[in-house]
């Protein structure tokens, strides 16, 4: 995504640790406050810790492999598939909740990230907007593409997982009928914004630090 154009005659760049752990090329001293990305970032820890959770979601989905069989249609495995939504619906939540503690600390250190993650309830596209505005990063989940993937897309994606998980949560899950296909759709999308997300953020600290 960032490519590194820089010279192999050119002198070794200055590097920084941002507050988020990741590295970055300083501007010289007699420049201007202008960071250049030279390699794609690593991950924050929230996305870290998210990678995690997801394997969750991916045990459940092997579960049902093992329950339901090949043959015909599976058996038994509905539970397990809305088992999936709410975990990856909290999972994401808990992934822009930590990330945004993180980027907090990193650009107002005394301020307490608790009273604002407090009213975030849901991981809705606006809502993460309107959290990752108290750090100064404008709609922080619109233009969230990736290759093959438009920012639509993404955002239907995310608000119907949403809509599933309360369909759900709210004790009409038996009607909310959840194949094993959507359950992956939805788990890549997860990953793939927050994978977004994550850079996005990082690059706002770099400028804002």
């Known amino acids: 995504m960032h490519d590194d154009d820089a010279s192999s005659d050119a002198p ?5 640790r941002g507050r988020l752990g990741h590295e970055h090329e300083a501007a010289q001293p007699e420049a201007d406050v202008v960071f250049r990305v030279v390699r794609k970032a690593p991950p924050s820890p929230a996305f870290t810790s998210l990678q995690t959770r997801l394997a969750d979601v991916d ?11 090949k043959a015909g249609r599976p058996r038994g495995v509905e539970g397990l598939n809305r088992a999936a939504i709410v ?3 909290s999972h994401l939540e808990g992934y822009v909740e930590d990330l945004f503690r993180e980027a907090l ?3 107002y250190a005394k301020l307490d990230a608790k009273p604002l993650v407090s009213r975030f309830n849901t991981p809705r596209p606006k809502d993460i907007d309107n959290l990752f505005a108290a750090i100064g990063l404008r709609k922080a989940s619109q233009g969230v593409s990736w290759r093959g993937v438009d920012e639509k897309a993404v955002t239907d994606s995310l608000i119907e997982l949403i809509e599933t998980r309360h369909t759900i949560a709210h004790g009409r899950g038996v009607a909310a009928r959840v194949p094993k296909e959507t359950v992956l759709r939805f788990r ?8 977004e997300l994550d850079e996005r953020v ?6 804002t630090m």
């Open 12 to 16: 070794p760049p200055l590097v920084a």
């Open 59 to 69: 045990d459940l989905m092997n579960a049902h492999a093992a329950i339901g069989g």
């Open 87 to 89: 975990m990856l619906s």
């Open 105 to 107: 600390k990193a650009v």
């Open 188 to 195: 890549r999308y997860v990953e793939g914004f927050a994978r």
């Open 202 to 207: 990082w690059l706002h600290v770099l400028v």
